[in-house]
């Protein structure tokens, strides 16, 4: 089932703006992740924050985690065409290692 | 390879044949994870294997999906009778054991049932 919703679905900037996307959750986490995917292709890794994290950087990626609203954002600084992918958060329940379980993404357009 | 692999990459068949699918991960990564991304329904997780341990099956979707994984390598993951509703992309993943571990993706295999 879906847990995660990402917002918006989709987003469209020009190259060099910022790009902040951000994903609600229904349940206690253990961590949350944030994952990239090309069309075609499998999802690749971003970025974890655990659930008594409050902001995680990673180059131009900065996270944040709100636990009490259920909600985390992603921010990508200095955009670049190369960034123009999907973005999905996924989070781990509470109680151990599983599957996790993905929101449905956003779609990023980086215009050159 | 130094990536999760997975076979066939597009696999075309008709309803009600079976299918199998194949994943091989990164090597010394015990856990493995079979996902499925569909338009509808988004991605959902199937199945997770951890070393010996009795499979997590709690995200099969019926009883015609089943997977093995043998000598805690290789999976497989396989469809029987298909139906159309199984047309998605099948995504295998693996990582080290452990909650903070990072999932490590194939690149899918596209499955359409005609």
């Known amino acids: 089932s879906q847990q995660g919703e990402e917002d918006p679905q989709a987003l469209s900037i020009q190259e060099g703006e910022n790009a902040t996307m951000n994903c609600s959750y229904k349940t206690s986490i253990n961590n949350l992740q944030w994952y990239r995917q090309n069309s075609g292709r499998g999802l690749v890794h971003l970025i974890l924050i655990r659930s008594n994290e409050r902001e995680k950087h990673s180059g131009r990626l900065r996270v944040t985690l709100d636990t009490s609203k259920k909600s985390s954002s992603l921010l990508i600084t200095a955009s670049r065409a190369a960034d123009t992918a999907s973005y999905f958060c996924?989070?781990?329940?509470?109680?151990?290692?599983?599957?996790?379980?993905f929101g449905k993404g956003t779609h990023l357009i980086i215009q050159p | 390879g130094a990536g999760v692999s997975q076979s066939p990459s597009n696999k075309v068949t008709e309803k009600g044949k079976d299918v199998e699918l194949r994943c091989d991960p990164i090597s010394g990564h015990t856990a493995l994870y079979w996902y499925r991304q569909s338009l509808g329904q988004g991605l959902e997780f199937l199945i997770y294997?951890?070393?010996?341990?009795?499979?997590?099956k709690s995200g099969l979707p019926s009883d015609r999906f089943s997977a093995e994984r043998t000598g805690g390598s290789v999976s497989t993951l396989t469809i029987q009778r298909t139906q159309q509703e199984d047309s998605a992309v099948y995504l295998c993943a693996s990582s080290f054991p452990g909650y903070l571990q990072p999932q490590h993706f194939g690149d899918g295999t596209r499955l359409s049932i005609l």
């Open positions: 996924a989070t781990l329940p509470g109680g151990g290692a599983d599957g996790l379980t």
């Open positions: 294997f951890q070393g010996n341990s009795a499979p997590d």
